[in-house]
């Protein structure tokens, strides 16, 4: 609703044609349907859409990534991958499952399901939001961009530590561009993730409906908030170490390099400032679904809400200042070592207060055990196990043991892949009626379940043996006489069962979505506000605005069905009174924008290949195309900008009715 309007140039009901409002220069496109509606959408529904078919694409290849990696770790003195494979293909594991698969899945859910908990139309700035993802599929395609270039993959570790990523180094196995290309891609990254960060930030805190108040947000809300925050706070450090990594490498600067006064320890300052954060932005959003998911299933309001919202905001504020546990073993001195120690001792506690509280959410409550629960109840499970070993990684003298080992392995994979993932593909199952009115079929789901909680516990269980046994991490093969054979061989068996369980989550999901059960609104009897609206949602999210009365808002409704209905009836025509719901149109210029970002990054990085490469198909010397590449992507870049900030608001107005919600939800 847009007061600021004249009634007089409100369009009408939806069922009428929604003029886009002449701009500057043309007209903001309103195509409904097609591929165009897909280029230039701004709807928060449609852009999560987007975030989490792209994630899981990523969520495949880290997948087939980490299945090459241990088949070559199958048997001893394996040669199924060179020493020069094999370093490319971890690499692109830890990139992919951080950066492309988890990050941008739990933005999928972020986009689609937070503005509809706290009962806004979108998020605050719609083009802002498209462009986010945009510039995230620009830093992901530069990322790749080595399986088809010339110069291969990067091969230093996602941690790329100085000075792995000298140019000297990179030159003399891998060629100039590969490293350049991951260094540019990251950056192009943190741009989307800080974008898209800040437009959260605002819709959560100016964007609630009347009557949410902080305390009453849904817990997701809530892990979505902090999460932002971290993001904000902990990305400018990655920013500024990767612009240093490209000085020295392309600038003849000497950030890192010993040769030149450089410090390479300070690389890892820079990088575990944001790295220890990064954990915390994997696993929140996934505290945040769990929380949402077993009230819903154990038919009680989640035990100690309160608590659970503040342990999140200590455990991110705390992860701010536990960096260098990463670092024991470099020798920082005993009083930085026991500070640190006791800091990340002192995590253990806000995290371990969210466990109890999930299971005193579960303490005799009416548990229903469908898939989202089975995933749930596995996420906590695995949580914990991971959580144990990380208290032993605080502990100094036992750090020192274990560090660099496989134990450090089987444990981030515990928390990221049993939590984060696991919880996610639990929100995947939550909310899939709600975005596709359909329902999974729970045979399907829970064999699915069944067959990948045990490949991932038969892979990385044997892992804390194995590194207790002193195997190394980031080795490409390992002699026969070392003890490993067994462990190694489980771990892989179990890797491909777990492949397999992830195979069948995606054809069932696939199936479902073209033929699965379809089912009315609100299929789980759920608490929050999203449940309240048809499903799928219609564009305008709610025909009405939604007023607040409690915590679990949707479950309010639903047992004051009479004043509630009276206060909507109200709402409504105050609605009508101001000229109904006013919607964002979609532009092109969020994609144009970041197209330009996407060429000049891209010929950025790998200029000089560029260079060499066309040099080598005209058989003539070819100087400067790459720049002149990088300096046509920046002029599209600042086209589409500055077209955007002069394309002008757009927009229409629609005037749904109560009837419109119930022909929805009855359509199913």
Known sequence: MDQSIPKNDFIGHEEHAPAAKRSFLFARPDHKTGIVSWLTTVDHKRIGF???????????????????????????????????????????????????????????????????????????????????YWVFLAGAIILNVGFIAKSGLPDVGWFGYAPMTAKAFSSEFVGDMSTDLWVMGLQVLGVSSIIGSLNFLVTIINMRAPGLTMMRLPVFTWMTLFTAFLIILSFPAITIALVEVMMDRNFGTHFFEVSGGGLPILWQHLFWVFGHPEVYILILPAMGVISEILPCFARKPLFGYPIVVFSGAVIGFLGFGVWSHHMFTTGMGTVATAAFALATMAIAVPTGVKIFNWIGTLWKGHLMMRTPMMFALGFVW???????????????????????????????HYVLIGGSIFALLAGIHYWFPLMFGRKVSEFWGKLSFWVIFAGFNITFFPMHFLGLNGMPRRTFTYDGNMGWNSGNLIATIGAFILGIGIAVYFVVMVYTYFKGQKVGRDPWDARTLEWSIPNPPPAHNFDVTPKVHARDAFWYEKNNKAEVEAEKAKQAADDEAHGGIHMPSNSWFPIITAAGFLIGALFFAGHNTFDHTMSDLLGKDIHGWGVMGAIIGGVIMFFGAWMWSVEGPGGYHLHPTKADGDDAASSH
């Open 382 to 412: 695995m949580f914990m196990f991971g959580g144990f070993s990380g208290i032993m990684h605080s502990a100094a003298p036992a750090d020192a043991q274990q560090q660099d080992s496989y134990f450090v392995v089987a444990h981030f």
């Open 50 to 132: 987007l975030y989490g078919i792209t994630s899981l694409f990523f969520f495949l290849v880290g997948g087939a990534e980490a299945l090459l990696i241990r088949t070559q770790l199958a048997f001893p003195n394996s040669t199924f991958l060179t020493a020069q494979t094999y370093n490319e293909m971890f690499t692109m594991h830890a990139t992919t499952m951080i950066f492309l698969a988890v990050m941008p899945l739990s933005a999928a859910f972020f986009n689609y399901i937070m503005p509809l908990q706290i009962g806004a139309r979108d998020v605050a700035f719609p083009r802002l939001n498209g462009f986010a």
